[in-house]
């Protein structure tokens, strides 16, 4: 008996590894808000023969083809996450090779220095997620240095990196999305959301949508927050594709530079005019301007 449940455990323990990497396998090879090459070409232009895409095919991946790729899923019964992984690659007629996560040795060097002294507890692997950029802006933070989480000059110095040569920096962002795209998605939701607002209410709107990518019950992306269905009346109505203003973007990156006057909010409306029954159910915690913010 004693050695069955020994074979069962084993082949358990193998079945859950395999598992693992099918997973990370098929995560790699998505494509999403910010990717950019052929890829995103083929996409484009298969989109576009079929009616869902208007836009240039130009092999990068932002909002119009976010909304393209959203549309064809609903419409196709898929999950309608804007990601293009392998089961939407069938549908749309490309191939499904996967492509490899970017690997970065400033990344990993930074990784292996934060872990040793504390501040780090991930895999170091040399992919930037939000466990490696939280680790960095302790870092800062402690070493009194700007906690925006980007692996500057300064930071490399404190860490004891190299610092000569045209090495980028890095920030923190979704998998394959540029800081720049992050900063001019966020100030659009900003715009359209909260450009009445007091500044403070602006930048307090960006941090809701920041504080829900890290939330679990939230999409984990930027992008994935700001088009969930129903999530912000800018999307529904269109006024997120209004050009935003100089303030929008300062505010998108204050919020992204680790500023929340709300504490930590992950709800946000205007008394005046909400509709929703539900949102009435959550409890106030924080008024800015016009907005109520909560918690929970």
């Not at 932002?62 to 939407?88: C, H, M, S």
């Not at 394959?176 to 450009?195: K, P, Q």
């Not at 088009?227 to 594709?241: K, S």
């Not at 919020?255 to 409890?283: F, V």
């Amino acid at each position: 008996m004693k050695k069955v449940a020994k074979i069962v455990c084993f082949a358990l323990m193998i079945t859950f590894v395999f598992s693992m990497i099918f997973i990370e396998t098929i995560f790699a090879g998505s494509l999403s808000w910010g990717s950019r090459g052929n890829e995103v070409r083929q996409v484009q232009t298969k989109l576009k023969q079929w009616g869902y895409y208007t836009g240039a095919v130009d092999g990068v991946f932002g909002a119009g083809t976010y909304r393209a790729v959203v549309q064809f899923q609903r419409k196709n019964g898929l999950n309608a996450d804007g990601k293009v992984g392998p089961a939407t690659k069938r549908a749309i007629g490309i191939s499904t090779t996967t492509t490899s996560v970017k690997v970065d040795e400033t990344v990993r060097a930074a990784q292996r220095k934060l872990k040793q002294w504390g501040y780090y507890a991930g895999a170091i692997d040399g992919i930037y997620g939000s466990r490696t950029g939280d680790a960095i802006k302790r870092f800062q933070r402690k070493n009194g240095l700007t906690a925006d989480g980007i692996i500057g000059a300064q930071t490399k110095k404190a860490l004891g990196l190299p610092t000569g040569g045209t090495t980028t920096a890095y920030a923190p962002t979704s998998r394959g999305v540029s800081r720049n795209d992050d900063v001019r998605l966020l100030a659009m939701a900003i715009h359209g959301e909260a450009r009445g607002e007091p500044y403070a209410g602006q930048v307090a709107v960006g941090a809701v949508i920041l504080n829900r990518v890290r939330h679990p019950s939230f999409p984990n992306s930027i992008a994935g927050v700001i088009y969930q269905p129903l999530a912000f009346t800018a999307v529904d109505d269109g006024q997120i594709y209004l050009s935003p203003n100089d303030t929008s973007f300062k505010a998108a990156r204050d919020a992204l530079n680790g500023w929340d006057p709300t504490g930590g909010a992950i709800y946000y409306w205007n008394p005046a005019t909400a509709t929703s029954k539900w949102i009435w159910t959550r409890t106030p915690t924080v008024k800015i301007g016009k907005h109520w913010f909560a918690h929970n």
